[in-house]
């Protein structure tokens, strides 16, 4: 299967807890004045990749914390984004998985979509919500924006109320 993207990091601090590869999806709607990524914005650009391939590429970096999958929008590919997240977990079971989205979990949780509904269930943090410029704060850990949450799915989903992980204390 393929995935349309803009680009990969090998070892990123910045993209999720530790050390993470980055796959960045290519093509997003939401067009946020300010975005940190808007050449991820055109839906016929960057490369498309065979996922296995990737998965072969993420191989040598078998110390890396975990896999972090953001955008453009990633949910737009949400069938290669779940062959994804399986085929990484069957290679590394015990490393997390952060996806960023410009939706919402309401928003994506309305969708009612079987493939959306595996991917919240298999990874550990969704860093939800569009960038909002005027709400922009660098002092926030792995998001822009105000807004925008880190939400712990694993507690999410055994709660059943939206838990948001605190990475600043």
Known sequence: MQIRIAGTINESIVDG???????????????CPGCHN????????????????????????????????????PFLQKSAILRLILAFKNIFPKKNIVVFTGYTIEELEKMNDNEINQILSFIDYLIDGRFVESLRDISLIYRGSLNQRVIDMKKTL??????IKDFES
């Open 17 to 31: 807890p530790g050390i993470r590869y980055v796959v960045f999806t290519q093509g997003c709607p939401h067009h």
């Open 38 to 73: 808007p050449e991820t914005h055109d839906f016929k650009g960057g490369t498309l990749r065979e996922i296995d391939d990737l998965i072969n590429e993420m191989k040598p970096y078998s110390y890396m914390t975990g896999l972090t999958i953001s955008g453009g929008e």
């Open 158 to 163: 055994e709660e059943g109320t939206v838990i």
